[in-house]
């Protein structure tokens, strides 16, 4: 058994303490959000945030987050995360999602890096390449991915 805090709330997971974050998540506690994409941190359909930082779901095990802090995708879209609102909002403005299975590891990354950087900071391009590395999008929407990471930057000044 682990306790686990996601979203806020706390969980008990009845599985092995190596069992990765992504599958605790999806098949013990129904938050389907976040995606298995590749199964080796590759491609960052998995990221969750922990502790606030950025991680792969997929090769991360539930034994790193006991004590921690868990947030998924679902907890962006509740309006609660002002930064994860605007990066919603940003996504939406900028047409970003096409297949949409990146997603929900494209803004928990890009929330994230949001989140890094001194209130009212404008990003560079090659600042917001350089946060987003390791996020795979097939269909190559990384030109909106980057405008609208942008904008919420600049919404959030």
Not at 42 to 65: E, F, M, N, W, Y
């Amino acid at each position: 058994m682990s306790a686990l805090h996601v979203n806020g709330r706390e969980h008990t997971v009845d599985a092995d303490p190596g069992t990765p974050i992504l599958w605790a998540l999806r098949d013990t506690l129904g938050m389907t959000g976040t995606k298995f994409g590749c199964g080796a941190a590759l491609c960052g359909a998995c990221t969750v945030h922990l502790d606030d930082q950025a991680i792969r779901s997929c090769i991360t095990p539930i034994s790193a987050a006991e004590g921690k802090k868990i947030t998924t995708i679902e907890a962006t879209t509740d309006g609660s995360d002002r930064v994860g609102a605007a990066v919603h909002a940003a996504w939406v403005r900028h047409d970003v999602a096409q297949c949409g299975y990146c997603q929900s590891g494209q803004i928990m990354s890009a929330t994230a890096f949001l989140k890094s950087l001194p209130r009212g900071k404008q990003p560079s391009a090659d600042e917001i390449d350089s946060a987003m590395v390791g996020n795979i999008c097939r269909c190559g929407t990384y030109a909106r991915i980057r405008a609208a990471v942008a904008d919420a930057a600049k919404t959030l000044a």
